[in-house]
């Protein structure tokens, strides 16, 4: 279990610095990104996936969730809960070390940047319209999708005919692509209750300059609404037995 955390970690650290890093990249001022949109940002997230994946597995993850709502679809598919909570220590860990290393690596660029919620941005998600119930059903949806397409992914049927040995990972990353693209613009698609509370955590208690409040009356719906999309996803990929 040592190592499968280990993997957890690292793969989620990797995952948090380059894709808050791509947000940064485009909302902080002075960077040479700045202003370059929402394509960049998913397109930074895309890559940070695959790249967080390779590094989990790599260092002895072999599951790879990187998140707290593959892990509990992957519970809910197979009856094990057994990894549940020391993969939800090491995914909050690790977003919550990539998040410190987004900071440490934009450092002069937070003071030179006055938009408060701009920097807040770098670090968690927030609603395009503030609705609670809607933001819930956006981060549901987004994330049953998420859980049921990567399972499709390395299920039985495609696996004997589909893609090869170490695609896996690329074809999760096109799929955070498509989310992003598809469904991402209501809430900032979290999809993943570690990579929004690890980073809200981080900005909550990094000296950042100029930082505003790290709006935790919303930090539910990107936890509870990732969770409940896996569980029901996973629920699914049980039925129709993946």
């Known amino acids: 279990m040592g190592k499968l955390c280990f993997g957890e970690f690292m793969g989620t650290m990797v995952l948090i610095l380059m894709g808050n890093g791509a947000v940064a990249n485009v909302l902080l001022r002075k960077s040479k990104a700045e202003g370059s949109g929402w394509i960049v940002i998913a397109t930074g997230w895309a890559l940070a996936v695959m790249t967080g994946v390779f590094t989990a597995i790599a260092c002895g993850g072999s599951d790879a969730h990187l998140n707290p709502a593959v892990t509990i679809g992957s519970a809910v598919a197979t009856g094990d809960f057994s990894k549940f909570l020391p993969y939800l220590a090491a995914q909050l860990a690790g977003?919550?070390?990539?998040?410190?290393?987004?900071?440490?690596?934009?450092?002069?660029?937070?003071?030179?940047?006055?938009?408060?919620?701009?920097?807040?941005?770098?670090?968690?998600?927030?609603?395009?319209?503030?609705?609670?119930?809607?933001?819930?059903?956006?981060?549901?949806?987004?994330?049953?999708?998420?859980?049921?397409?990567?399972?499709?992914?390395?299920?039985?049927?495609?696996?004997?005919?589909?893609?090869?040995?170490?695609?896996?990972?690329?074809?999760?990353?096109?799929?955070?692509?498509?989310?992003?693209?598809?469904?991402?613009?209501?809430?900032?698609?979290?999809?993943?209750?570690?990579?929004?509370?690890?980073?809200?955590?981080?900005?909550?208690?990094?000296?950042?300059?100029?930082?505003?409040?790290?709006?935790?009356?919303?930090?539910?719906?990107?936890?509870?609404?990732?969770?409940?999309?896996?569980?029901l996803a996973g629920l699914v990929v049980k039925l129709v037995g993946f």
């Open 95 to 231: 977003a919550f070390c990539g998040a410190t290393l987004v900071w440490v690596h934009f450092y002069p660029h937070w003071r030179e940047t006055p938009d408060a919620d701009s920097k807040l941005a770098c670090f968690c998600t927030s609603p395009a319209i503030r609705n609670p119930a809607a933001n819930l059903a956006s981060e549901v949806i987004g994330t049953f999708v998420l859980v049921l397409v990567a399972s499709a992914i390395g299920s039985k049927a495609v696996s004997s005919s589909g893609p090869a040995a170490g695609v896996g990972p690329y074809l999760v990353g096109c799929l955070v692509w498509g989310i992003g693209l598809s469904l991402g613009g209501t809430t900032g698609y979290a999809i993943n209750p570690a990579r929004d509370l690890g980073p809200r955590l981080a900005h909550t208690i990094l000296p950042i300059a100029k930082k505003r409040g790290s709006d935790w009356a919303y930090a539910p719906v990107p936890i509870l609404g990732p969770l409940a999309g896996g569980a």
